[in-house]
């Protein structure tokens, strides 16, 4: 059961433009969300997080969203450069029986054009 | 400051064979997870440790098992290995027990033969 969805696989968006990243989720109990950014053969890298008390946080190019009601979160990368090319994660935690899991969606991958 | 380590890099075993994973948290950090990420899928959880005792596991067999030693680092096992174990094994770090922003290792990338 997906309960973290990322609707689009890629994204291409070209150097110096917006590039979008959405994210829908179904739990109405997660109350923190993160977006995290892989490169192949790396590890996740944090790059900004929301509390579901907010409905915005900014830091630098990085802009996220939230939207409670539509359980719709997004990531505002302006401007977009070629090292943003990456794939990018959304995930949320809330705590469960599982703990503090983050559980993830399947990732859009995100190519910046020169 | 070092972020989480993990290791081996990479390791090949047969089906039905044993392993241990290993990670080490960045510094001050008491909590560790791990995740298994299977490729074209996000990472999934499979256990959250702190202060040496399990806080949550994910939906995954009993052949997988893990522990945290006192100096907060971590090992990952996984018994009578199956084909469909082969993925990338990541551990992840965070300060407390709400983990609020976990930091991610590179991963362990596991492949059964």
């Known amino acids: 059961d997906q309960q973290v969805k990322q609707n689009s696989p890629s994204l291409s968006v070209q150097e110096g433009r917006i590039s979008i990243l959405n994210c829908d989720y179904t739990?109405?109990?997660?109350?923190?969300f993160l977006w995290y950014k892989k490169y192949p053969a790396e590890g996740p890298t944090f790059l900004i997080s929301i509390s579901s008390i907010k409905d915005k946080n900014e830091d630098g190019r990085f802009t996220v969203f939230l939207n409670k009601s539509a359980k719709h979160l997004s990531l505002h990368i302006v401007p977009s450069q070629p090292g943003d090319s990456a794939v990018y994660f959304c995930a949320a935690s809330a705590h469960s029986n599982s703990g503090y899991a983050l559980n993830f969606g399947k990732g859009t991958s995100l190519l910046v054009t020169p | 400051d070092a972020g989480v380590t993990q290791s081996p890099t990479h390791l090949i075993k047969t089906r039905g064979q044993h392993v241990t994973l290993r990670c080490s948290p960045i510094s001050g950090h008491k909590s560790v997870s791990w995740y298994q990420q299977v490729l074209g899928q996000g990472p999934q959880f499979i256990f959250q440790y702190y202060e040496k005792e399990e806080r949550g596991r994910g939906n995954f067999p009993d052949r997988f098992s893990a522990r945290q030693f006192p100096n907060y680092s971590s090992e990952l096992n996984v018994n009578a290995l199956l084909l469909g174990d082969s993925a990338l094994y990541l551990c992840?770090?965070?300060?407390?027990?709400?983990?609020?922003?976990?930091?991610f290792g590179p991963g362990t990338r596991l492949t059964v033969l």
């Open positions: 739990n109405s109990m997660f109350d923190y």
């Open positions: 992840a770090s965070s300060l407390g027990f709400r983990t609020d922003t976990q930091y």
